[in-house]
């Protein structure tokens, strides 16, 4: 009964772990992220309205939408994952990224994971200069990405 209990407990989000693979090599450098957000997909439907049929409207079913995938982190040094977004920001040449991320439970093993393939980097943001504070500075980093697939036991 106990261990039934255990897996129907909510997971917590703060145990992740994030690789990325440029051209199928996983960096080394790019694994830990302060958050993560942009996880989801969302079916888009036309409504169609039936000849005589005031009541009710049939939904068709048109495409799938992703959010953009959000990574926060620290600045820290030079990594692959910046020099993809410095190359794409700079130079307008398109690079794509493939990441798994991971939902870890008390014992650091995987719950569930998430794969993002072709991750276009559309965006960075690096957090505000403060002089009168004493916080780590957060760099945002923006993906555009193709699908999505979700694997595990919890969603």
């Known amino acids: 009964m106990k261990a039934l209990e255990k897996l129907l407990e909510p997971s917590v989000s703060h145990r992740f772990l994030a690789t990325l693979f440029f051209k199928n090599i996983p960096s080394p450098l790019d694994l830990r992220f302060q958050r993560i ?8 439907v036309n409504e169609h309205h039936e000849g005589g049929a005031n ?13 953009s995938l959000v990574l926060e982190r620290g600045v820290m040094v030079v990594t692959p994952l910046t020099m993809i977004f410095n190359e794409v920001l700079s130079n307008f040449d398109p690079q794509y990224v493939d990441l798994v991320i991971m939902l870890l439970n008390h014992h650091g093993l995987p719950i569930c994971s998430w794969t993002v393939t072709d991750a276009l980097p ?9 002089a009168m504070s004493n916080t ?18 919890r969603a």
């Open 55 to 67: 009541e009710g409207s049939l939904y068709l079913p048109d495409r799938i939408t992703h959010p």
């Open 136 to 153: 780590v500075l957060i760099n945002r980093l923006e993906l555009a990405y193709r699908d999505m697939q979700w694997l595990g036991v």
């Open 122 to 130: 559309m965006s960075w943001h690096t957090g505000e200069l403060d």
């Open 37 to 44: 957000s942009g996880l989801g997909r969302e079916l888009k």
